[in-house]
């Protein structure tokens, strides 16, 4: 059978899949769209990560596949509804990243809180900033509030109750007498009131018509003042220019966004000479060693899926 793949998978992961299938390896197809949509007609699974979009022009190019594997977890990048009515199974790579995303968490909510570690270029050049820079939180003993409270989060809050947080979540999915809080000594919230009291907030839900701008501006401004935000859950959900906004303003301290509602980012420029403000490109989930398990998970899958239509 023959097997596309249209981003980027670790070469191991590759080789296993080349030893039992025709493989068509092109990490960048996915910015070729005559050249993905000719070759998605002859494949029988294909295999991608965020930016090919599953959908559309694409999904009825797929007349044969059977697979899709998402090296990654979300999903909102393909139509899943519309893979399941012409039969094909969509295999994502579920909790693969999620000690790489929840180690992102803790190390970007401690830069943040400490906001000493900037000054490199100053010190080199014989400048001495330290009163600037000795009013920096700690994170033991502050609040961490996790908006989605799945694989992801609860790996987050084992890391961050270790290091002395206390851990609140709000999650629409989970019942408050759900023994998952419980077990992960987390006291449920709802929304409005964990955003009342979480120093750090830390988002881990898909994009729905439900989460789409539930960070606006008003609500931005109901989080507790002088609070810390960082998204690695999906663009579309926290507004842009109001987080701008609201850094600018100093009603946050902080924020780390790894993920955009335009992706690759184009030129922002309520982002720039933004305080306190750390921006990545869609990787909080990539580490060598994620990016081994994702692969390896997804190439075990998709082996097994095509075993069972030969």
Known sequence: MRILITEFMDLPAVARLQAAHEVSYQP???????????????????IVRNRTQVRGELLAALGQCRVVGRLGVGLDNIDVAGCEARGITVIPATG?????????????????????YGSSQLVAQGQWPRSALSQGRELSGSTLGLVGFGSIGQLTA??????????????????ADSSVYAEH????????????QADVVSLHMPLLDSTRNLFDAQRLATMKPGAVLI??????????????????????????????AQEPLPAAPHFVDCPNLILTPHIAGLTVESNERVSSLVADKVLQALAKLA
């Open 28 to 46: 960048d197809l996915v910015d070729k769209p005559a050249e993905l949509l000719a070759a998605a007609q002859t494949c029988d699974a294909i």
């Open 96 to 116: 693969a990243n999620a000690l790489s995303v929840a180690e992102y968490v803790i190390a970007t909510a401690m830069l943040l809180l400490r906001g000493a």
């Open 158 to 175: 084992r890391l961050a109750r270790a290091l002395g947080v206390t851990v609140v979540a709000y999650d629409p999915a989970l019942p």
């Open 185 to 196: 000594q987390v006291t449920p919230l709802s929304l409005d009131a964990l955003l009342q």
């Open 231 to 260: 998204n690695t859950a999906r663009g579309g959900i926290v507004d842009e220019v109001a987080l701008a906004s609201a850094l600018r303003s100093g009603q946050l301290s902080g924020a780390a966004v790894d993920v955009f």
